[in-house]
């Protein structure tokens, strides 16, 4: 429990004495008083009102009166219908700068719990390019790791990735028609034109194209025929592009799944399905009737014999469960799959499968000139993108540092870079769609990633020129309103992310350093730590090294390394 967790209870123990047996008080009647003035923490007499048939007004006037103040407490009164608490900075001030020293990068961490947590997400298709449109599935899912860790729980990422879908059969067909081979252009780029031109093919002559297409599709799901070796061979290509992305960007994943592992298992419960009159053949088709439960019809087998994302979907979860038993497991997958997973989730609890599932759902990266489709080809490939990120901010920052040497300047723009990329996504809500900026994602001021680090650099080159001067808890000399503002954010911070986990919304975390870095510019600006004296300099430098800890702690929840300088 946090320190001001533990101000909270305090002041839970204390409104249960004054309101009596009547009401109880809990965690969720607290709220934040909407001006830092009135308080740090506020509890509403309107449940209590209603519970006692009273005037909420009179009973806030009461309930103070009653109120004493130590410990956490400074002082209560009543405003209107609400208690406001203002809490003793020194008490509060001293608990959460010794937690943050003694915590270093645990702080904001629970501890550890038994509930196991599947986070399935980076799930891109082989024999396509990966593109900027991937990068909020990887980036929230590896930050959905994070902060359920954090929170607690035992986590274990997994990824699953398509290698033997349609597109691949596709994407082998145009191949063996053109009879082109890469040669110097890049083999992922080569899959990616020739998946374009079989998709053009297949508009300009459809039963033809989806005729050979699946027979294709067919022989490789029994891995015979002609093309299962150029499916080894390009399926390698992919596989190591994706694994080498996944590397580059810090993701996670305990283990990969693959379509083509499935084949076997999803053809044995598809009949077990059937057996058990939960599947049904329908016009030559395989499908699990979801009307009533108003989700339509789930298709499992095409007529050609073919198997859809779907029977495959059922296959894994019970992979899954065999491989790790999971308490709980969630699916991190863009909104417009949202109708498929409920239908997964319909067919396998008709199926008998007992544990919970979840659908973490997010809107899709968008570009000025539309959405991106690999089928259309208008896709910005990721190392394309990440390579135009950095260029941009190496000129930036050679330009601020024309004495860095250039692998001093290489380091920091790629950290810019990444942080810009990677915050710029993670900030905004789930259910809101991004058009990405790219010039405004790298701006070192606002709500973005390279404003966060430039705020963690600042704190470090503080204490740096500091050098070995001594340090100290709160005391009595923070008593500016920087200072009090800057430690309400420290000492909320392992709140924040609970609240953040429970809600699984990694956007709060964004907003809470980038409200930590706010404060702290104001602090700056206001105190000059490095010429006080005594201590007064003790006390604020603890504080700025609390502010450097909880950015880089909320930064790692995030996936954003910090820099020495910028």
Not at 200 to 220: Q, W
């Amino acid at each position: 429990m946090s320190a001001f967790q533990d101000a909270k209870r305090q002041i839970l123990l204390d409104l249960k004495s004054a309101v009596g047996k009547e009401f109880t008080p809990t965690v969720a009647d607290l709220t934040t008083p909407p001006d830092a003035k009135l308080g740090e923490v506020a509890f509403p007499c309107f449940a209590l009102a209603k519970a006692t048939k009273r005037n909420p007004t009179e009973l806030a006037s009461e309930i103070a009166a009653k109120l004493e103040t130590k410990g956490f407490v400074a002082r209560a009164v009543a405003a209107g219908p609400f208690v406001n608490f203002t809490l003793d900075m020194k008490a509060l001030g001293d608990a959460a700068l010794g937690e943050i020293v003694a915590q270093g990068d645990a702080y904001g961490k629970a501890p550890p719990g038994k509930t196991r947590v599947m986070v399935e997400f980076a799930n891109p298709n082989t024999h396509k390019e990966a593109h900027v449109g991937h990068l909020r599935n990887f980036f929230v899912g590896q930050a959905v790791v994070n902060l359920l860790s954090a929170a607690g729980y035992e986590v274990i990422p997994v990824s699953y990735i398509n290698d033997l879908g349609t597109h691949v059969a596709k994407t082998l067909w145009m191949m063996k028609k053109s009879g082109e081979l890469p040669g110097k252009e890049d083999r992922i780029a080569f899959m990616g034109r020739m998946y374009t031109e079989a998709v053009r093919a297949e508009e300009a002559d459809p039963e033809a194209v989806k005729k050979e297409v699946s027979v294709i599709h067919r022989d490789l799901e029994e891995l015979k025929g002609p093309y299962v070796s150029s499916w080894k061979k390009s399926r390698k290509w992919s596989l190591a592009e994706l694994h080498a992305i996944f590397k580059e960007l810090g993701l996670t994943i305990d283990k990969t799944y693959y379509e083509s592992e499935l084949i076997g298992e999803t053809k044995r419960l598809v009949e077990d399905l059937r057996h058990r009159s939960i599947a049904v053949q329908s016009e030559g088709a395989v499908i699990v009737d979801l009307t009533p439960e108003k989700l339509g019809v789930n298709l499992l087998v095409k007529s050609d014999g073919t198997l859809l994302y779907n029977a495959k979907d059922l296959a894994l979860a019970y992979r899954k469960e065999d491989d790790f038993h999971p308490d709980r497991s969630l699916y991190v997958v863009d909104g417009r799959q949202s109708l498929a997973l409920k239908q997964l989730f319909a067919t396998l609890k008709r199926a008998g499968f007992q544990k919970e599932l979840g659908h973490v759902s997010y809107e899709f990266i968008t570009l000025k000139e539309g959405a991106m489709s690999s089928r259309k080809g208008n896709i910005i490939r990721y190392e394309s993108f990440r390579d135009e990120m950095v260029a941009l901010a190496r000129a930036e920052t050679a330009k601020r540092h024309q004495d860095w040497a250039a692998k001093k300047v290489e380091k920091v723009a790629r950290a810019v870079a990444f942080a810009a990329i990677r915050f710029g996504v993670l900030k905004q809500d789930l259910d809101k769609a991004i058009t990405f900026d790219m010039q405004e994602a790298l701006s070192f001021d606002g709500f973005t990633g390279p404003y966060l680090l430039y705020t963690c650099a600042r704190a470090k080159s503080l204490l740096k020129k500091a050098g070995r001067a001594k340090r100290a808890n709160a005391g009595d000399a923070l008593t500016h309103p920087t200072e009090r503002a800057l430690l309400m954010k420290l000492a909320r911070f392992p709140e924040t992310v609970h609240e953040s986990a429970s809600a699984i919304h990694p956007s709060g975390i964004a907003q809470c350093l980038f409200d930590l870095a706010q404060a702290f510019a104001a602090f700056y600006e206001a105190v000059n730590v490095l010429e006080s004296q005594g201590a007064a300099k003790a006390q604020r430098l603890a504080l700025v090294d609390a502010v450097r800890q909880v950015m880089e702690n909320g930064l790692a929840l995030l996936g954003i390394d910090t820099v020495e300088e910028m």
